[in-house]
């Protein structure tokens, strides 16, 4: 039987935008490993600010499941660049989910703790009330609302948290870097969240997708974010444990020791419970991904820094 008009028309796969970073990459070998079918697009082949381009590569391309890991993340610069901020973290989330809604394909968009306060005791849940405390927070959270709005059948935020990988600057490839140049490291014990590997969000990603396109995972809001917590002195301790080095040479201070443009979040833990409904195993406890993380880590640390 020759198929049909519709059927050649039917979206299929994946495509995979912001494919240059960090998650990007990973999302990209995680559906490669899957067998998953996948097109990437970095900065420089989809610029997230041009209304006609997104929608060109849309219908182009003609995805099934659209993953955006384009963001703007330098977090203090966005104090004094909000505008340009939004344009990409709150207006690029728009114009991809209105090229979903004529595609038909479903958009998972990765967001961030940065929508809310910061001042919790207990997990956030999924519905608790946003109020975000720094432009890039506000950009972040006029994307969420753009894609909830526009996809109410079709749309996923996930936000993620403390995220670090092999590719690109992160926190623990910081503290590998400085574990070798200073003998004492003063690191702030007042900020709580859950170290994510994003490896690990990627195949929560990927289980994600799949669950939206066999109608099992509803959409909506999920955390994205390693179980359990601690504090960036904590993870600091357990990153010189990792090396071999003594983590007594890491020495707990406030976040006033650090005054940086944008305020950060002194509570960053995230609850995971949509996950049950929509049959998606919640990411492992943090310490086990970064034992499993640290060597790939480390060796491409040192391929990239030898000295």
């Known amino acids: ?23 990007g990459q990973d999302v990209l070998a995680r559906l490669a490993a899957a067998g998953e079918r996948a097109t990437a697009l970095d900065r420089a082949a989809l610029d997230l600010t041009d209304a006609a381009a997104v929608r060109r590569a849309l219908e182009r391309h003609r995805p099934a499941v659209v993953v955006n890991c384009a963001a703007w993340t330098a ?65 972040k959270l006029a994307g969420e609302r753009a894609v909830l709005n526009t996809l109410p059948d079709r749309g996923y935020v996930v936000r993620t948290a403390w995220l670090y990988g092999t590719g690109g600057a992160n926190f623990v490839r910081t503290m590998i870097r400085l574990e070798g140049q200073r003998e004492k490291l003063d690191v702030v014990d007042d900020q709580r969240g859950q170290p994510t590997w994003s490896a690990d969000l990627a195949g929560l990603l990927l289980a994600l997708g799949r669950g939206a396109l066999a109608g099992t995972a509803p959409p909506g809001v999920y955390h994205g974010t390693s179980s359990g917590e601690t504090t960036w002195y904590g993870l600091t301790r357990e990153i010189f444990r990792l090396l071999g080095a003594d ?50 880590i480390r060796r491409v640390h040192e391929e990239e820094d030898p000295a």
């Open 247 to 296: 983590p007594d040479r890491v020495h707990p201070t406030t976040s006033e020791a650090f005054v940086r443009p944008a305020p950060r979040p002194a509570y960053s833990v995230l609850g995971h419970d949509r996950f049950a409904a929509a049959g998606v195993a919640p990411l492992r406890d943090w310490r086990a991904a970064l034992a499993e993380a640290f060597p790939r």
């Open 75 to 139: 977090v203090d610069d966005a104090e004094t660049r909000e505008a340009e901020a939004l344009a990409v973290n709150g207006d690029g989330p728009a114009r991809l989910a209105d090229a979903c809604a004529r595609t038909g394909a479903v958009l998972l968009h990765v967001s961030t703790d940065y929508v809310f306060a910061g001042d919790a005791t207990a997990p956030y849940a999924e519905d608790a009330p946003t109020a975000p405390r720094s432009a890039y927070g506000r950009t």
């Open 1 to 23: 039987m020759n198929p049909t008009t519709e059927q050649l028309n039917a979206p299929a796969g994946w495509l995979v935008t912001g494919a240059g970073g960090m998650l």
